[in-house]
Antibody, heavy 127, light 107 residues
Framework: EMQLVESGGGLVQPGGSLRLSCRTS????????MTWVRQSPGKGLEWVAN????????HYVDSVEGRFAISRDNGKSSLYLQMNSLRAEDTAVYYC????????????????????WGQGTIVTVSS | AIQMTQSPSSLSASAGDRVIISCRAS??????LGWYQQKPGKAPKLLIY???TLLTGVPSRFSGSGSGTDFTLTISSLQPEDFATYYC?????????FGPGTKVNIK
């Protein structure tokens, strides 16, 4: 069974740091891009960052650029999110998700989908 | 960043109803759009990718259409397990962006 399990969430003061982990199993982690998505309490989903299989390409949403760092350890089948200079607006449930490239022969286009998700870990930034 | 909007933000419907949810992109995203379903306290679940391709195992009452900037998710006959929030997500460019969601409530 393919699984993603996040950990590392908790309560942190504004300006503090936290490192989230996403442990995966049931698939070859090194073959997939991976993504972090967050959801503030009672709000919608926000895409945060993703990382290529070998870590050589990374993308961030503007609101976390320069404060958060996504990384991975293929030997441990694990994804990480180092969060620094945390703000109250970073309070959210953080999900990791697998990126799957799927090909549609009718449109001759590759699509990037998030097909497997973890259960999320809660980050609360408050004094 | 590409802005995604959805309408309505919420709707009330009964089991058996046909439900249509709209998603609009601020620029042409071809058919690079997915639909996700989220139930309270749970992670999102992928339903449709490429605007209209149903993921294997997703019931055929779900369908998607559109390209360019305008997209729709249709549930042909709403079932009790379909009451949830639905999000569109563009995978045309970075950063990826979700729509604000449409909550489908029980009437």
């Amino acid at each position: 069974e393919m699984q993603l399990v996040e950990s590392g969430g908790g309560l942190v003061q504004p300006g503090g740091s936290l490192r989230l982990s996403c442990r995966t199993s049931g698939f070859d982690f090194s073959n997939f891009w991976m993504t972090w998505v967050r959801q503030s309490p009672g709000k919608g989903l926000e895409w945060v960052a993703n990382i290529k299989q070998d870590g050589s390409v990374i993308h961030y949403v503007d609101s976390v650029e320069g404060r958060f760092a996504i990384s991975r350890d293929n030997g441990k089948s694990s994804l990480y999110l180092q969060m620094n200079s945390l703000r109250a607006e970073d309070t959210a449930v953080y999900y990791c998700a697998r990126d799957q490239d799927v090909y549609n022969s009718q449109t001759d286009i590759w699509y990037d989908v998030n097909d497997i998700w973890g259960q999320g870990t809660i980050v609360t930034v408050s004094s | 960043a590409i802005q995604m909007t959805q309408s309505p933000s919420s709707l009330s419907a009964s089991a058996g109803d046909r439900v249509i949810i709209s998603c609009r992109a601020s620029q042409d995203i071809r058919s690079d759009l997915g639909w996700y379903q989220q139930k309270p306290g749970k992670a999102p679940k992928l339903l449709i990718y490429g605007a209209s391709t149903l993921l294997t195992g997703v019931p055929s009452r779900f369908s998607g259409s559109g390209s360019g900037t305008d997209f729709t998710l249709t549930i042909s006959s709403l079932q009790p397990e379909d009451f949830a929030t639905y999000y569109c997500l563009q995978d045309y460019s970075y950063p990826r962006t979700f729509g604000p969601g449409t909550k489908v409530n029980i009437k």
